[in-house]
């Protein structure tokens, strides 16, 4: 079974930076995908990045201040924040794909992603 554990969350002043990450457990070797989405209060979850297995990235609409990486030795995901804005307050999940050749190329959908972390709480004030 597939475990997905978040950490790093936490307030923020305008402006600031913080560093997520996921570590995943369950899986044979590091051919899955994965990435993180967030959902504020009140609105739908949105994608903010993913990356291959391979290392390639995609960002949602994050202004070039998000950074996503992966270490495979440590099977853990990261994003790197910067330039944080109070819009940026959201809950963090990280997702991962099933696993397979199918799934080696990440993707923004979230009907892409099979498993889900509990969420990290990230809260940016002005």
């Known amino acids: 079974q597939v475990h997905l554990v978040e950490s790093g969350g936490g307030s923020v002043q305008a402006g600031g930076s913080l560093r997520l990450s996921c570590v995943a457990s369950?899986?044979?070797?590091?051919?899955?995908?994965m990435g993180w989405f967030r959902q504020a209060a009140g609105k739908e979850r949105e994608p903010v990045a993913t990356?291959?297995?391979?290392?390639?990235a995609s960002y949602a609409d994050v202004g070039g201040r998000f950074t996503i990486s992966r270490d495979n030795a440590k099977n853990t995901l990261y994003v790197q924040m910067t330039s944080l804005k109070p819009e940026d307050s959201a809950m963090y999940y990280c997702?991962?794909?099933?696993?397979?050749?199918?799934?080696?190329?990440?993707?923004?959908?979230?009907?892409?992603?099979?498993?889900w972390g509990q969420g990290t709480q990230v809260t940016v004030s002005s």
């Open positions: 997702a991962a794909s099933g696993y397979g050749p199918s799934t080696y190329r990440g993707s923004l959908s979230e009907g892409h992603y099979a498993y």
């Open positions: 369950g899986y044979p070797d590091s051919n899955y995908c």
């Open positions: 990356i291959d297995s391979d290392g390639g």
